[in-house]
């Protein structure tokens, strides 16, 4: 089976595919980056380096999940009190991902694969002169998927059923909200706009063998993030 889905662009859900119970399917991705405190502040961010995660026979459970992330950096907020507020920064594309898997057993879980953007950072209250809030920062674009996957999906030993099988997904980043305006201003007092959401990327599956789930066997998915709220003025 091959599932193709195209770059997605924001503010909309992506295109998806979800196949029937049993179907086989889909796909791997990269090793998960963990949650990191830093932010973005490049105007226009690289992604992570590409990724590429290969496994052969080898099996997955609770005690052993299959889980595949990369995550780009949120975007750094605009600085407070600039004439006009500072812009937030964009946030960072996910990483590429490329995947190979042969002879896999999935024991009862999922197996989730993602490459998603980092939200844009906010934008900065303005000052008191010109009283323009910051405009948030763009969502980063998901990185795109390249995945193929032959494996089969089981019951655990009290034959619980995973509810999916394969989740393979490039997601947008949202985009950061427009920096609010300094109530004291002397000027006009205007809010700034939300920053755009950032571009799913593109999602090929190739996959082969069996999968048994409660819902679906797999989903090759491609979402937009949502746009940024604009700021309030008064």
């Known amino acids: 089976v091959t599932i193709s889905v195209l770059a997605h662009r924001p503010t909309r859900l992506g295109a998806n595919i979800l196949l029937a119970l049993g179907t ?6 990269m090793a998960p980056t963990a949650a990191q405190a830093q932010c973005n502040s490049n105007s226009n961010p690289p992604p992570p380096s590409p990724v590429v995660a290969n496994f052969s026979n ?3 459970s609770n005690s052993l999940p299959y889980d595949v ?10 600085a407070d009190f600039n004439d006009p507020g500072s812009p937030g920064s964009p946030g960072q594309p996910g990483a590429q991902i490329s995947s190979t898997n042969s002879g896999l057993t ?11 953007g980092g939200d844009g950072g906010a934008g900065g209250e303005s000052g008191q002169t010109n009283s323009t809030g910051g405009d948030g920062g763009a969502g980063g674009a ?7 996957f032959s494996g089969r999906f089981v019951p655990d030993q009290f034959g619980a059923l995973a509810p999916f099988g394969l989740l393979t997904t490039s997601l947008g980043g949202t985009g950061g909200a427009g920096g609010i ?4 201003g002397i000027f006009a007092r205007i ?6 959401g950032g571009s799913g990327g593109s999602v090929v599956v190739v996959a082969s063998d069996a999968i048994t789930t409660l819902i679906g066997g797999a989903q090759a998915r491609s979402d937009g993030g949502a746009g940024g709220v604009g700021a309030d003025s008064s």
């Open 24 to 29: 086989v399917t889909l796909a791997q991705v």
């Open 58 to 60: 080898q099996t997955f």
């Open 69 to 78: 992330a990369s995550f780009g950096l949120v975007g750094c907020n605009g």
């Open 106 to 116: 999935i024991i009862g879980v999922m197996a989730p694969i993602l490459s998603r």
């Open 142 to 148: 998901g990185g795109d998927l390249t995945v193929r």
């Open 181 to 184: 305006n300094n109530p004291n």
């Open 191 to 196: 809010g700034g706009n939300g920053g755009a």
